[in-house]
């Protein structure tokens, strides 16, 4: 049964940018340093300092602006966003306002039903993405006991990337794909490494429903409510789900939120609770009295600049997605899509597989379930795999042409996973011998049909599965050795016959 509201969500995304130092001044951005020890008077807003612009930051901004097919302002200005800020020693943060660096842009997700059986597109389109600084960290003794807040302005002045969606995500799980999505390709692209555990990711969801009646008709809104502390993409889309039931019970409990009458407010999630609490009501643009930064000069983009960033670019998720879903590779839109959500080593690594294997299938198996799965167990990157590309290859080549079970053929891989040798060999040092006498297993499969009686009333009943049990009673008599493809042919042969 339909839910009697559909969910509005737009996400705002804070991204810290991989630079070496801070947006205007040459403090370190490194984590874990003891706390208030990357800082100097211009992240602290000393009197009489003045910010420098860090290049690299607004190069990383602009690759990532064009990579969510934003427009690129050729001429943006800085800002002060003025507000009291326990943790910004200035008391005021530089943002941007009305002249964002980017605009306009959009990122497409899976909005499939079943994403393992068909790729379903949507574009959730992006309002603007603009650099600024970030504050600094304040921790609070909340056992109630009344101890001591502490403030740490190592984070002070680093430089944020802050990507605004528009409220056109629909579910939890949209969400959720839609910051997987990002922080792949905010990853592959070097922008930034996207540890939400250490604050360089982090996520406000700004929700709201829409009550519909029987037709569908929408019938009532609910106010925007922001919650805050989304430190993983679970907690959004968890935090998403709690909102929405929140606001239709308050809803149908209080006439004045049909009507969206309450101004916007923010929320705190506590994962722990699964629930989240009021923080405070939400400012609106005017609270914090913009104004144009003084000590910084607008920057301006010259049409050679982005021709540069798009040329070190490279080839987009998206992109590549599309391109093992054609000739040669040919692949599902779910297996490409595992394949490209592991990054782009992983997809090398398939590819010159694929090269030496000449079986896209077969090679995409083996990579999505086995080696992925090694990697997570032996903590291992793919450029540290025992099992170099061309060695899984031959291993596949082997598979086919013995027509080796899957027992077998994971044991081979083991095998290869310890030791440097061909899967020829890995069989030898196994014991493990293909059975391809024509002639022999022939006859097994006339006993095994002969043993099977009501299997093979089935087969011809037209339940062909059926014909497994036979398959299976073969590869019990030869204890696994027999060629897989040799015995398909000659079981439903030998069926076709009855």
């Known amino acids: 049964m339909a839910e009697p509201y559909r969910i509005v969500v737009g996400l705002e995304v804070h991204v810290q940018l991989l630079t070496k130092t801070k947006l205007f001044c040459g403090c370190s951005t490194q984590f ?79 909005a499939a039903n079943d994403p393992k059986k068909e790729f379903v597109s949507k574009r959730i389109g992006i309002i603007r993405a603009h650099l600024e600084e970030d504050a600094g960290k304040s921790t609070h003794d909340e056992s109630g006991r009344g101890g001591d807040s502490k403030v740490d302005l190592n984070r002070t002045g680093t430089p944020l990337l802050e990507i605004v969606s528009h409220p056109e995500i629909s579910t939890a799980r949209e969400a959720g794909d839609y910051l997987r999505e990002l922080r792949l390709l905010l990853r592959e692209l070097k922008i ?37 502390n989304l430190n993983s993409i679970g907690s959004v889309e968890r935090s998403i ?24 407010e923010t929320r ?67 297996d490409a899509g595992v394949l490209t959500a592991q990054g782009r080593s992983i997809v090398a690594y398939f590819e010159a597989v694929v090269k030496s294997s000449n079986d896209a299938k077969a090679s995409s198996n083996w990579v999505t379930n086995e080696v992925l799965a090694s990697l997570k167990e032996r903590d291992e990157a793919i ?30 891989y083991k095998h290869l996973l310890e030791n440097n040798v061909d899967a020829a060999t890995a069989a030898k040092a196994l014991g493990i011998e293909v059975m391809a006498d024509t002639s022999k297993l022939l006859e097994i499969v006339l006993k095994a049909i002969d043993a099977n009686p009501k299997a093979v009333t089935d087969f011809k009943n037209g339940k062909v599965k059926a014909a497994d049990a036979i398959k299976g009673a073969v590869m019990r008599e030869t204890k696994g050795s027999a060629n897989t493809e040799i015995v398909q042919q000659l079981v439903m042969q030998e069926l076709a016959k009855k």
């Open 268 to 334: 705190g999630w506590n994962d722990a609770k699964g629930s989240t609490t009021v923080q405070r009501r939400k400012e609106e643009a005017a609270d914090y009295r913009y104004f144009p930064e003084p000590d910084l000069v607008p920057v301006v983009v010259s049409d050679e600049q982005l021709a540069k960033v798009r040329s070190e670019m490279g080839e987009l998720p998206s992109a590549q997605r599309v391109r093992l879903q054609q000739a040669p590779y040919s692949l599902s839109a779910y």
């Open 383 to 412: 450029e540290q795999f025992p099992i170099q590309a061309d060695r899984l290859a031959g291993m596949i080549t082997e598979i086919t042409k013995t027509g080796m079970n899957k027992n077998n053929a994971r044991a081979v």
């Open 192 to 228: 930034s490494d996207c540890e939400m555990q250490e604050g360089s990711l982090r996520c406000d969801a700004n929700i709201n429903i829409h009550v519909l009646d029987d037709k569908g008709e929408v019938v009532g809104k609910t106010p925007i409510v922001e919650v805050k």
């Open 32 to 110: 874990g340093q003891p706390p208030n020890s990357a800082t100097c008077p211009v992240c602290l807003g000393l009197p009489g300092v003045l910010p420098v612009m860090n290049a690299k930051a607004y190069d990383l901004s602009l690759r990532a602006a064009l990579a969510v097919n934003c427009s690129i302002a050729r001429f943006t200005k800085w800002d002060r966003k003025n507000y009291y800020y326990p943790d910004l020693p200035k008391n005021y943060q530089v943002s941007q306002y009305d002249l964002p660096m980017s605009h306009d842009g959009w990122l497409e997700i899976n």
């Open 241 to 264: 789900d709690y909102e929405a039931v929140r606001h239709y019970e308050q809803y149908k409990a209080d006439k004045n939120w049909r009507f969206g009458v309450f101004s916007k």
